[in-house]
């Protein structure tokens, strides 16, 4: 299973973007990059999946370089909502089970 | 956006019971759910792999004797939790899997079972 490292939090003002990024040096050829957002005492919630290069949702964009060793998600003008936990998850989606890192506490304030 | 749902969201128990937590995906089938545990402000721990028609695939450290897990149709997974203790106490989530196009998949998530054992 390709581990992933992630900043355990980071800080932002509201309508600033923010980019977070997750390592990922031994992923697997069939592996995708997932990344999730969790809000306490609920469940994950998906945010975006990607292969290569760049995907593009209308929440988030997802950045992954051509050796694919690392990704970043990107939050456009963030709000005070998306305080939360982000985590970066790499597997073949129908082939392996996810695990989860340490995630990325995001604060957001005014 | 596919759905997936827990029940109960929340319950509370004395030590030494059982109690049993559903995972439904309401509008896919899902042929393998998973099976996390989450203390307070703590990742995801993975406990078991469960897959519709067979035995759950149990993570290293988790007793399959004390939480148990069945995936007895393509929509529903159980874990039971037997003989609580205090220390099970703690927030569930189960997820299901979606199989997309090629070998891509997507996990939704339930909104988590929170057990509290007095």
């Known amino acids: 299973l390709a581990k992933t490292t992630q900043p355990i939090s980071m800080d932002s003002y509201e309508g600033q973007e923010v980019n977070i990024t997750c390592s990922h040096n031994n992923i697997a050829t069939n592996d995708y990059i997932t990344w999730y957002q969790q809000f306490p005492s609920q469940g994950p919630r998906f945010i975006i999946q990607?292969?290569?290069t760049k995907v593009t949702n209308e929440v988030a964009s997802l950045f992954i370089p051509a050796d694919r060793k690392s990704s970043t998600l990107s939050l456009p003008r963030v709000s005070l909502s998306d305080t939360a936990v982000y985590y970066c998850l790499v597997g073949a989606g129908t082939a392996s089970k996810l695990t989860f890192g340490t995630g990325t506490r995001l604060q957001v304030t005014l | 956006g596919a759905v997936v749902s827990q029940h109960p969201s929340r319950v509370i128990c004395k030590s030494g019971t059982s109690v049993k937590i559903e995972c439904r995906s309401l509008?896919?089938?899902?042929?393998?759910m998973f099976w996390y545990r989450q203390f307070p402000k703590q990742s995801l721990m993975l406990m078991a792999t469960s897959n519709e028609g067979s035995k759950a695939t149990y993570e290293q450290g988790v007793e399959k004797d004390k939480f148990l897990i069945n995936h007895a149709s393509l929509t529903l997974s159980t874990l039971t939790v037997t003989s609580a203790h205090p220390e099970d106490s703690s927030f569930y989530i189960c997820?299901?899997?979606?199989?997309?196009?090629?070998?891509?998949?997507?996990?939704?998530f339930g909104e988590g079972s929170r057990l509290t054992v007095l």
């Open positions: 509008d896919f089938q899902a042929t393998t």
């Open positions: 990607g292969y290569k």
């Open positions: 997820s299901a899997l979606r199989a997309g196009g090629g070998n891509t998949g997507e996990l939704f």
